[in-house]
């Protein structure tokens, strides 16, 4: 499935070269030789398959859809400290050596299903697997599908409406909190 | 040759320079950093998914170049151009006292990121020094402010609802925004459970309704959008930038020049008066000098110190405007960061769009006329609101996973309260920036040394805010009530105010009752720099009215010739 996902980094990359690296400026040159920061494959398998277990597709996109596991790469690449990086890539691997043999990738959804649901119970205060599930979280649900179509975004509401009834169909509001 | 020069381009700066330039005086205004157009320079249309790395600025370079900027709410990839590195832009502090020194160099300074709460101080603050002796007494009361509040209020347009409250007085007010169905039910339970205390609607700077005057400007109506610390496009609160450097602008009497420093004012030896300033540029490091007949400092508390005791001479070896000695001293912030949190049951219904404005609970101690019940002076004001729970919380704070979990982020989460208390300072000599014996920043102007901490009466107020608020959250059925008991270092309440305060009497004041210099009768100094007291509420309201009230005296001393 990650095979499919659009990688913006090597698009870029791509970018550069069909423009001629000289007509492009310094910083967006500086920015595209980075994307070769990218996640062995095994790694990034692994990152693709717990998004796509913490948040599969259902009746909306799931992480995956939302290109969550290359916006993952993307994260560690140009936001982790390295700490942080060595702290979050030791969690996932921890959840691929609780899969047993084969790993958690190789293992079918409903397989993933009943190994992460107590596994992210029992883990749930360790400091990098909370964070490693923080940051996916937070991926899902301010990418595009995750806002607009899980829950509900209007960038310029235009007014405050303090009152609305809540039903079967309201979704909470994505985005920030207000004040 | 300017009639007026403006250093700084903030909040009051601008105001500063609207008035001055109204009033027909070809007006300069200089700022720091670099130039930003309103609304070519925001990143306001950023949709959620398009802020850079979710908004995180990468770890390794908010350690190295932001690690006191970083404490700022407000600090994210969405809108980091408008924070300095702490990086370029050091200074000191004692071991153990740290001071959170939050700063924007940029036209516009603090007012294009600033929290837009606006509120009057009453009678009641303005005597507050006379009648407890801590700070110089203010040379002017309630009576000499409220028409300039007036005027400041109907220019920027401030949203607020009349309360006929002595301690926080109304002022000409846009249409309030609404409370949402919890939080009208909080002020009911918390009204009724504590009859000295009431909750209404914050008061802020953002247009509900435009005026004709707000229209020519170019201003619309706020949005709802609470994107508000990233530039507003639609110039819907108030900004220099969108409001009033254009209002300078549109009188062709306005010049400004940006990416200029001002490393001191220039006096002449023999008149002792201001004849203008030295500038340095951040860019090349040339160094220039503009002349004016007046000038304004406007470049904020500490960097207006900072110009003041820079402005060293023969004749003033301790700085400009200092005989008093209390250039850089009683400096205060508002006591910020103590406060409560708790999930209420509330009404079953939600509300639709962000409103970037909360609940005030005004001060309930020491209130003209009653016996005080606390051994503290002064006081202080809660601030708040009740929302639902969002995604993020309900995404990260349990465990779950798949449908389950999306399940449960989905549907809006539980109310929750949140309320911080936002105390007073006392004016304190000993609180004071001073400059560095030998240390210089990269354009050679030397570095502050801020030495600065909280007292003993703060310390008091802080336990009676927690007290206090979890009373309140308990009186309205809270439930997982957490506390938040850290005060933050003084400086990121981010409302630095004293370091030239008016006062009486030129021995222990720099500023007279028309925001004049007791020794430099053409200098003026109209940011937070002039408090002689905090009190409670957030302050740039106080600054605004005080910047046009002064360029009105000005003006008026100009044309008699006394100045």
Partial sequence: ?179 | MFDAIVVGSGMSGGIAAKELCERGLKTLVIERGRKLEHGASYTDSLQPWEVPNGGGIPEEELARDYPIQRQCYAVSTATQQYWVKDSEHPYETPEGKPFSWIRGYHLGGRSIMWGRQTYRMSEMDLQANALDGHGADWPIRYADLAPWYDHVERFIGVSGSREGLDQLPDGEFLPAMPMNDAEKMFKAKVEQAFPDRKVIIGRCAHLTETRPHHEELGRNPCQYRSLCERGCSYGAYHSSLSSSLPAAERTGNLTIVTDSIVHSVITDPKTGKATGVRVIDQNTREARTYDARIVFLCASTIGTAQILLNSRSDKNPRGLANSSDMVGRNLMDHIYGVGVSGTVQGPDTYYRGRRPNGLYIPRFYNLPGKQSEVDFIRGFGFQGAMQRVNWRQMATSQPGIGEELKARVRKPGPWMAFFGGFGEMLPNPDNRVTLHASKVDKWGIPLVNIDCTHGENEKKIVSRILVDGKAMLEAVGATNIQVREKINPPGLGIHEMGTACMGKDPRNSVLNAYNQAHDVPNLFITDGAAMASSGCQNPSLTYMALSARAAFHASEFMKAGTI
Wanted: zero cysteines.
């Fill in chain 1, 1 to 179: 499935m990650q095979a499919s996902a659009l990688n913006r980094r090597e698009t870029l990359g791509g970018l550069a070269a069909l423009l001629g690296a000289s007509t492009l400026p310094a910083d967006v040159l500086a920015k595209a030789a980075k994307a070769d920061v990218r996640l062995p494959a095994p790694i990034q398998s692994l990152a693709s398959a717990y998004a796509d277990t913490l948040m599969p597709r259902t009746d909306t996109p799931g992480a995956v859809d939302a290109g969550v596991p290359r916006l993952f790469a993307a994260l560690l690449a140009d936001w982790a400290s390295p700490q942080t990086r060595a702290s979050v890539l030791e969690a996932l691997q921890k959840i691929d050596g609780a899969a047993g043999t084969g790993g958690f990738a190789a293992k079918s959804a409903a397989q993933r299903r009943a190994m992460l649901a107590p596994y992210d119970q029992a883990n749930f205060a360790d400091t990098g697997y909370r964070r490693l599930r923080e940051l996916m979280l937070v991926l899902y649900y301010s990418s595009e599908p995750g806002a607009t179509v899980e829950l509900r975004y209007e960038h310029a509401p235009g007014a405050f409406e303090p009152s609305v009834p809540i039903t079967a169909q309201t979704r909470a509001w994505a985005g920030a909190g207000y004040i």
